[in-house]
């Protein structure tokens, strides 16, 4: 029997896993942690204690007039008592009606506080963690964390202690009044709360993995919803629908598994309380009924302490349902928590310094960096230096580690070992927004935002006038085609700028890094994914927002790089060559071969 009991109520397969369960929290640290969120809303707590006070009595007001309708008016058949009876019946219902409507309000506001501020803080958190987080986490899973699971814990944490501050109140003035009625009749009828509470242990003991089971379903519905349609394009062009549809399905099946799980133990629940329910109350009768046999009990306070069993019975099922609640809510809380746990890889120490307008002089020096979890070194013993206006070119096979270099001066990652300096400050002794803020990139991949062509430059800086983003977007050949759009600088240009061309996009980039107007420039290979010409035309904007910073270019492209000031040739993490492009071709190493293989490429 308990054989089939466990194999009915339990998740079934739980592995397959897209994404992986969050590590278990006890409920007190749940309750530590999301308390402080509270903060806003605390001073409402009393209103909403007075409120949920003012609930039970009115109940229980109702209730002793009801005992006297049958005690005063119908056993004596006397409607004298009636007239005052009804009006101060009506008078307590509008109370209940005022009393309700505050309540609602109350804790509707107090929760959505909550919920407010601990969204942002998980999207502020979220938002500040290092680049490394976000390449080995899964997007859409995050996503569904910050907003589905921030829903399910305001469930608990507010309505949840609401709830469970109201039963309590419920239950004393219920209680009170039941001993006032018959002490030994509430005794027979208490002696089933411990049965109560022992049930509803155990079947939230098994509601706690099917909950888990059930948000982590829902984690992986999102990733694989996040992933599918955001590269809508890759799917269908590799006739990837049917594989993926699989997927989502058979993630969706597996929530339909959990969710049915905890059904079950819902249902089960159910019926098993009301048993023990009935059963109290049947004690209850038969002793009730010999009292009144007796004359030690009216016939209105039988049917009064009657009714007040089952109202007493309402508060005790909910108290020990709210267990079940909690399991509920601690398994997104899980998910939650995990996140919130996550520390930054870079962080800004304490005493940061700020800096002024940089300069713009750039050095790595003997910088060694790997990837955090791998072996290899993606950059070894680097070292190069760039004086302010001048330009500096990084150049090297495929996975040589350029782009490495690039996220470290913007001070993604840390070096292991040697330090990357600005104006000779180590980037880790400056404040992390002025380190970010000293340099414009333009980087592979253009990012171009949902938004107005106007919104998209002036992302680089904010509050920049509308000369100025006109400006930038002459200096980068931008102007010209923003002006032929529908509606110009107001012209809605889609996610990733699927609405423009490449070169369009990069133009909108190099526009946005003018406008941002900073001493370093940063060019990861800003030439990528454009032909011939339009890599051609790429070049005068780039050098007009070259001039006068100091620039470090990332390209396989060596037409563009060949007037740079220096030229550092990388090979598996490690610098192998290094000069100006003369002095390289002079050397007749990597970058001479290198030359001549482009040369060749672009005269055939
Ligand atoms: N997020 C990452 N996690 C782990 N390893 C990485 C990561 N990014 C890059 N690598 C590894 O570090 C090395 C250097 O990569 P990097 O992207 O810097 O090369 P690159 O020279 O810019 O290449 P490309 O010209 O193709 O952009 C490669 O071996 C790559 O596999």
């Not at 009606?97 to 309540?103: E, Y």
């Not at 963690?129 to 910050?146: I, K, M, N, P």
């Not at 419920?170 to 209680?175: K, R, S």
């Not at 492209?557 to 490690?574: E, F, P, S």
């Amino acid at each position: 029997m308990a054989h089939v009991l466990r194999r009915l109520l339990s998740v079934g397969e739980t592995s397959d896993t897209v994404v992986a369960a969050a590590p278990a929290v006890p409920p007190r640290e749940v309750f530590r942690r999301f308390w402080p969120y509270t903060r806003g809303g605390r001073r409402w707590l009393v209103p909403l204690l007075l409120f949920s006070l003012a609930g039970p009595a009115v109940d229980a007001g109702e209730l002793w007039l009801f005992k006297t309708v049958v005690d005063e008016v119908l056993v004596p058949r006397d409607l004298g008592p009636f007239l005052w009876i009804a009006p101060a019946y009506l008078g307590l219902i509008v109370c209940a009606g005022v009393l309700g409507f505050a309540d609602r309000m109350t804790s509707a506001w107090v929760g959505e506080r909550f919920l407010l501020s601990l969204r942002c803080a998980v999207f502020r958190h979220v938002q500040g963690l290092s680049l490394g987080f976000f390449e080995r986490r899964r997007l859409g899973d995050v996503l569904s964390r910050v907003t589905d699971d921030v829903d399910a814990v305001e469930t608990f944490l507010l309505s949840g202690v609401a709830d469970a501050l109201y039963y309590v109140l419920q239950l004393a003035v219920f209680l009170g009044l039941l001993f006032y009625l018959s002490w030994d009749l509430t005794l027979l009828a208490l002696v089933i709360v411990p049965l109560f509470w022992s049930a509803a242990r155990h079947f939230a003991r098994l509601s706690k993995e099917a909950s888990r089971e059930t948000r982590r379903r829902g984690g992986s519905l999102s990733a694989i919803a996040e992933e599918v349609l955001g590269n809508v394009a890759l799917v269908q062009a590799y006739n990837r629908q049917g594989w993926e549809a699989h997927r989502f399905e058979r993630e969706g099946s597996g929530r339909l598994r959990a969710v049915l799980a905890a059904t079950r133990v819902r249902a089960v629940y159910g019926p098993i309380v009301e048993v023990i329910e009935v059963a109290g109350v049947l004690a209850v009768l038969g002793l009730g009924a010999w009292q009144l046999s007796q004359g030690r009990l009216t016939l209105g306070g039988l049917l009064v302490f009657l009714a007040l069993i089952g109202k007493m019975y309402g508060p005790v099922r909910g108290l020990s349902g709210l267990a079940t609640t909690f399991y509920t809510a601690a398994a997104s809380a899980e998910r939650i928590i995990e996140l919130l746990d996550q520390r930054p890889q870079v962080t800004e120490r304490p005493d940061a310094r700020p800096t002024g307008r940089a300069h713009g002089s750039v050095e790595f020096d003997r910088v060694w960096f790997r990837y955090p979890g791998t072996a290899p070194w993606a950059l070894a013993d680097v070292s190069f230096r760039v004086a302010p206006g001048e330009t500096l070119a990084l150049v090297g096979a495929s996975g040589a580690g350029k782009s490495t270099a690039a996220r470290l001066q913007l001070r993604f990652y840390d070096p292991d070992r040697g330090a990357v300096r600005l104006d000779g400050t180590d980037l880790r002794e400056l404040r992390l927004a002025d380190v970010r803020e000293s340099v414009a990139v333009v980087l592979q991949e253009t990012l171009v935002f949902h938004g107005t062509v106007r919104e998209n430059i002036a992302y680089g800086r904010p509050g920049a006038s509308e000369a100025e983003i006109v400006a930038a977007a002459r200096a980068a050949d931008a102007h010209e085609f923003v002006e032929r759009l529908p509606d110009g600088y107001d012209t809605l240009v889609g996610q990733r700028g699927r609405t423009l061309s490449g070169g369009q996009c990069q133009r909108l980039a190099i526009a946005r890094a003018m406008v941002r107007d900073a001493p370093v420039l940063l060019l990861d290979e800003p030439t990528t994914g454009l032909d011939a010409g339009s890599g051609r035309r790429i070049m005068e904007p780039l050098r007009r927002l070259m001039a006068g910073r100091t620039t470090v270019v990332i390209s396989h492209n060596l037409l563009t790089v060949r007037d740079a000031t220096r030229i550092v040739v990388l090979d598996r993490g490690r610098v192998i060559e290094d000069g100006a492009h003369g002095e390289l071709l002079e050397h007749d190493g990597v970058y001479a071969r290198l030359h001549r293989l482009n040369t060749g490429r672009v005269a055939s």
